[in-house]
């Protein structure tokens, strides 16, 4: 199975700060994508991130707040900007192994306190 | 749009016992549907994928079963451990598209 690692697993953040989560994958994937998991509710997709076009973001989620990189087939980054309280949450990677019937594979998660 | 129910939220039962979980969706035009286990303050670890074709998945202790036409997946776990405490998440995707829609998950709390 893909091997998927984030950094950084856990930080506490200034509101009006922002922070920028790596996500790295020990191999080449089309597509990846990245969730976000409030305190207490279950993952929300923010957007999808395929190498070498613009990401595709869900309703709600706009490149200002959450810009996205996705430089090669192996890694990609988030950007949480200006931070609020309400961003206090998981935010999670995960990609799809194509190998493996389509099997969706997830990062450890980084988990994000903006106080 | 499709929706996600997983009962029971929440499930405490003594070590040993066999249990099953829960998983409803909508709309039956799924293309997978996947399981996940997620501790506390952790990412998810896939447990079981099973194709909209396939009707059963079985890794070790668990069994998962997929009804398409009914809308229905069940997880099942053989001679609980407290180890397998977690919270147990469905997630399904639909034709074409690998976004996941994920149920709120189901807490099991296995008790020495």
């Known amino acids: 199975s893909a091997v998927i690692s984030q950094k950084p697993s856990r930080d506490i953040c200034q509101r009006g700060t922002s922070l920028t989560i790596q996500c790295q994958v020990d191999s080449q994937v089309t597509m990846m994508f990245w969730y976000r998991q409030q305190p207490g509710q279950s993952l929300t997709l923010i957007a999808t991130?395929?190498?070498?076009?613009?990401?595709?973001?869900e309703s709600g989620f706009v490149i200002d707040k959450f810009p996205i990189s996705r430089p090669n087939l192996t890694f990609s980054t988030l950007t949480v900007s200006n931070m609020s309280p309400e961003d206090s949450s998981i935010y999670l990677c995960?990609?799809?192994?194509?190998?493996?019937?389509?099997?969706?594979?997830f990062g450890e998660g980084s988990w994000l306190t903006v106080v | 749009k499709q929706e996600v129910t997983q009962i029971p939220a929440a499930l405490s039962v003594p070590e040993g016992e066999n249990l099953v979980l829960n998983c409803s969706f909508t709309?039956?035009?799924?293309?997978?549907l996947q399981w996940f286990r997620q501790d506390p303050g952790k990412g998810l670890t896939s447990l079981l994928l099973i194709q909209s074709s396939q009707r059963e998945q079985t890794s070790g202790r668990l069994n998962a079963s997929l009804d398409k036409s009914s809308g229905r997946s069940t997880l099942y776990i053989a001679a609980s451990q407290p180890g397998d405490s977690a919270t147990y998440l469905c997630a399904v995707t639909g034709a074409g598209s690998y976004q996941l829609t994920f149920g709120k998950g189901t807490k099991l709390s296995v008790i020495p």
């Open positions: 991130a395929n190498q070498g076009s613009e990401a595709t973001y």
């Open positions: 995960s990609v799809v192994d194509r190998t493996r019937g389509n099997t969706i594979y």
């Open positions: 709309d039956s035009a799924i293309y997978n």
